[in-house]
Structures are given as C-alpha cells and as structure tokens.
Antibody
Framework: QVQLQESGPGVVKPSGTLSLTCGVSGGSISSSDTWWNWVRQAPGKGLEWIGEIDHTGRTNYNPSLRSRVTISVDESKNYFSLNLRSVTAADTAVYYC????????????WGQGTLVTVSS | QSVLTQPPSVSGAPGQRVTISCTGGSSNIGAAYDVHWYQQFPGTAPKLLIYVNNNRPSGVPDRFSGSKSGTSASLAISGLQAEDEADYYCQSYDNSLSGYVFGTGTKVTVL
C-alpha cells in the first residue's frame, strides 16, 4: 500500500524559495501511468492543485503558478520535490503530495501535509 | 480561484438527507470529465470519498452517493450522522486550464 510523506522547512522568508520533498513508500515512483502531485491549502481556504510529474520527468503545472514552480523526481531515491520561488505571505499553506493514476485516476493516497509559513 | 462552485455550508439534523452541489462548466464537468469527491476533517488530509462520479471506495458507508449531470455534480449524504461533520470537495479536470480543479468546498454541520 503506497504511502506518501512530505518533508521540508516549516518557515520560508519572503522572496525566498519554498522547497519540499515527498517520499514514496510501499510502491515505486517509477510506476507507469502514474503522476505525482502537489496540492496546497491556505489557512481556512480550499484546495489548490499546484502541479504533477511522472517518473520520466514530464510535468504539468497550474497556469497561475507555472512561472514560479518546478517539480522534479528522483527515481533512485523514490521521491519527488516541489520548488516554489519568490514566495509571499499568500503562499503560506499546508502542502500535500498525492498520487494520481496507476490503477486509480483520482487523488489517492495523500500525504499528511506539511504547513509552510512565509515569514521573516 | 476555483472553477467548480459549491455552497459554503449545508446543515441537517441527524438522520436527514443533505446534498452538496458542484457546479462547473463546459471545459470541465460539462466536457465529460469525471468528478471525484473528498472528505476532509480539521487538521487532516483530504480522503477520497467518491470516485468517478458515483463509486464508493471500500469502507465508505453507502449513505454517501454521487451523481453527475450536464455541467454539475452532486454529493448526497443520507441518514446524516454526527461523524459526517467535515468539509467536502469536488474535483475534476479542466481542459482550458489543462489541469485539475477543485470545488470551493462545503462545510457540513450536523445540528
């Protein structure tokens, strides 16, 4: 059973870069037809899709964040990463990683989420 | 901003039936993309509740049901229970954005 776990700094300075990783256990990140996603949720707000990557490195991004986002994958370590540049307070959120595809074309499972606060 | 619109809140007494609408458009639900529903309790990650419009994963009670028609979808909870108090989100794909979209979210309160 695949499990996901986010990790990274809980505080990032304004104008800095937010960097998170999502470790995949119980399965291979190299699975075909599977996409690895990032979703965020600002405090008291709804869910916002950030982007996705497959094991070959193909990516798709939310147009509203595309200019600042890079998602990468490391097959050898079975994890994928999120970099969000030039952050502001509006980027303060709980960041979730989630799987899409394989035998399930929906978001499942999800990681537990990690809160990232943009503050000086 | 979300392209799928949900009512901010719905409420009902225990045992009642409540429904949550999810209104989209011609580039998402109306384009025949599947709708999925997620349940989220405070401080926890969303969890899949309904997949592909009207299917329940193993372990989800049959009082939860989904439907889809035209540019909208709905989630119904029958026999409402206190443990159903949570936030609910619909989700689909949008071909004009070339990405996944979520609904605005609905908070269910059991009176």
């Amino acid at each position: 059973q695949v499990q996901l776990q986010e990790s990274g700094p809980g505080v990032v300075k304004p104008s800095g870069t937010l960097s998170l990783t999502c470790g995949v256990s119980g399965g291979s990140i190299s699975s075909s037809d599977t996409w690895w996603n990032w979703v965020r949720q600002a405090p008291g707000k709804g869910l916002e899709w950030i982007g996705e990557i497959d094991h070959t490195g193909r990516t798709n991004y939310n147009p509203s964040l595309r200019s600042r986002v890079t998602i990468s994958v490391d097959e050898s370590k079975n994890y994928f990463s999120l970099n969000l540049r030039s952050v502001t307070a509006a980027d303060t959120a709980v960041y979730y990683c989630a799987r899409w595809g394989g035998d399930t074309n929906w978001f499942d499972p999800w990681g537990q989420g990690t809160l990232v606060t943009v503050s000086s | 901003q979300s392209v799928l619109t949900q009512p901010p809140s719905v409420s009902g007494a225990p045992g009642q039936r409540v429904t949550i609408s999810c209104t989209g458009g011609s580039s998402n639900i109306g384009a025949a993309y599947d709708v999925h529903w997620y349940q989220q309790f405070p401080g926890t990650a969303p969890k899949l509740l309904i997949y592909v419009n009207n299917n329940r994963p193993s372990g989800v009670p049959d009082r939860f049901s989904g439907s889809k028609s035209g540019t909208s979808a709905s989630l119904a909870i029958s026999g409402l229970q206190a443990e159903d108090e949570a936030d609910y989100y619909c989700q689909s794909y949008d071909n004009s954005l070339s990405g996944y979209v979520f609904g605005t979210g609905t908070k269910v309160t059991v009176l």
